[in-house]
Nanobody
Framework: QVQLAESGGGLVQAGDSLRLSCAAS????????MGWFRQAPGKERELVAA????????FYADSVKGRFTISRDNVKNTMYLQMNSLKPEDTAVYYC?????????????WGQGTQVTVSS
């Protein structure tokens, strides 16, 4: 069992930056592939970025490539999402997720989500 807790969301202006954190507790954080999903109102939840358990594989959605960076610290049991050059279309609830699979990333555990709102 892994418990995930996101933090770092908020209200920012277009062009600003935010860093989301996902703190994990429980067993074997370092053995899970981790991902950030987001869900905007009226839209399906989508995978934004993912990082394999050892950091050797990474995925970014086309919409965030070059602007977002995913990272993890397996000592601190924490995953991060650095979001730069934010756009209004990045507005969504962001969820962190842990998975034992990679492609596709089938989620075993979800966080509760953190709201990111980008004003124009």
């Amino acid at each position: 069992q892994v418990q995930l807790a996101e933090s770092g969301g908020g209200l920012v202006q277009a062009g600003d930056s935010l860093r989301l954190s996902c703190a994990a507790s429980g067993r074997s954080f370092s053995s899970y592939n981790m991902g950030w999903f987001r869900q905007a109102p009226g839209k399906e939840r989508e995978l934004v970025a993912a990082l394999s358990w050892g950091g050797g594989r990474v995925f970014y959605a086309d919409s965030v490539k070059g602007r977002f960076t995913i990272s993890r610290d397996n000592v601190k049991n924490t995953m991060y999402l650095q979001m730069n050059s934010l756009k209004p279309e990045d507005t969504a609830v962001y969820y962190c997720a842990a998975s034992t699979t990679w492609s596709p990333l089938r989620v075993n555990f979800w966080g509760q989500g953190t709201q990111v709102t980008v004003s124009s």
